[in-house]
Structures are given as structure tokens and as C-alpha cells.
């Protein structure tokens, strides 16, 4: 499985960014998709969620109302739409995936890198 994330760069406060996840390796049925995010000096923190095989969505409260998580299952691409992007918001984005449910995601891409300057 590869997780390729893009997308990341340097934006303006209350700008926009779109993240890209390029997921291969397998088919993505069962599995949830995600964003995660770590900040300097800080622990990496879940931001958004998806279902592959349904709608379903989660958010972590610091984001809901201005990042919007979706899929393009032809593509097998995810993506996250920042909006009303904050200073705090910088941070270095990771894509990850998982069949389990559990606490723990199974795979991991790379990180890309989001700097929000005030």
C-alpha cells in the first residue's frame, strides 16, 4: 500500500489549501481514510475522516466548518479542502489508512507540509 500526500505549501491566513492522497496498492472497500497532523512541537492529532465505501464523515472539532474531507473512488484519491485556514493550522499533513477501526492506522504516507502565516 503507498499513500502519496501533496498539496502543501504556504498560504495567507484565512486562505485555502487543497491536500491530495493518491492511495495504491489495493482496493480501498472497508477501509476509512484520513487526515492527521502535527505541528511543531507537538503530537501528531487526527483531523478528518472518511469512509471509502460510504459518506461518512468525522471532524475534529478545531476544523469543522472550515476543512472538508472527500474522495474521488475512480481516482482512488482523498482530499482535504482547507478553508478559512488559521496560523494555528500549520503543520506537517499525513494521509493514512485503515481497516480496522481501532485506535492504531494501518498504513501511513508521507507528510506535506502546510504553513498558514498571519
Known amino acids: 500500500v503507498q499513500l502519496q500526500a501533496s498539496g502543501g505549501g504556504l498560504v495567507q491566513a484565512g486562505g485555502s489549501l487543497r491536500l491530495f492522497c493518491a492511495a495504491s496498492g489495493r482496493t480501498f472497500s472497508g477501509y476509512r481514510m484520513g487526515w492527521f497532523r502535527q505541528a511543531p512541537g507537538k503530537e501528531r492529532e487526527f483531523v478528518a475522516t472518511i469512509w471509502w465505501s460510504s459518506r461518512i464523515t468525522y471532524y475534529a472539532d478545531s476544523v469543522k466548518g472550515r476543512f472538508t474531507i472527500a474522495k474521488d473512488n475512480a481516482k482512488n484519491t482523498v482530499y482535504l479542502q482547507m478553508n478559512s485556514l488559521k496560523p494555528e493550522d500549520t503543520a506537517v499533513y499525513y494521509c493514512?489508512?485503515?481497516?480496522?477501526?481501532?485506535?492504531?492506522?494501518?498504513?501511513w504516507g508521507q507528510g506535506t507540509l502546510v504553513t498558514v502565516s498571519s
Open positions: 493514512a489508512a485503515d481497516r480496522s477501526g481501532g485506535q492504531v492506522w494501518d498504513y
